[in-house]
């Protein structure tokens, strides 16, 4: 199966369906156009936005496919992206006092800079 060509990878993925509490999530393939056309699966779906209150597409991040991928390798892939799509939305709806605790748009670096102030139990 030459997964290298996109209709190829189309026809596989149009076998997924993932919907999660009423939501409708679309697993798709795209070609990179800026990286020579190299084959990537993506997850999106409708939903509000927590701070403008407005219905849009939400869109994960790029899981980039090798031409050497096994049809089962592709299958879990868009697993892989759909269980990170659902984790990202649990890190973003958790709140404390109103706040994101688990906030996944923080930079790697604020995280850094903290990571010093850990917790411990009393002994």
């Known amino acids: 199966m030459d997964l290298s060509n996109i209709q190829t990878v189309y026809t596989l993925l149009n076998r997924v369906n993932f919907n999660l509490f009423r939501h409708q999530f679309e697993v798709t393939v795209n070609e990179d156009k800026k990286y020579g056309q190299r084959l990537y699966i ?11 209150g407005k219905l849009q597409e939400w869109k994960g991040r790029k899981w980039y496919l090798s031409s050497h991928m096994t049809p089962d390798e592709v299958i879990k892939t868009a ?14 709806g958790f709140t404390v006092d109103g706040k994101v ?12 800079s903290i990571s010093h102030k850990e917790v411990k139990r009393d002994d």
Do not use: G, W
Request: aromatic share 10%.
């Open 42 to 52: 993506q997850v999106s779906y409708l939903d509000t936005c927590r701070i403008s």
């Open 101 to 112: 605790l688990f906030n996944p748009h923080v930079s790697f670096e604020e995280l850094l």
């Open 79 to 92: 697993f892989a992206a759909c269980k990170a799509t659902v984790e990202h939305e649990v890190m973003e």
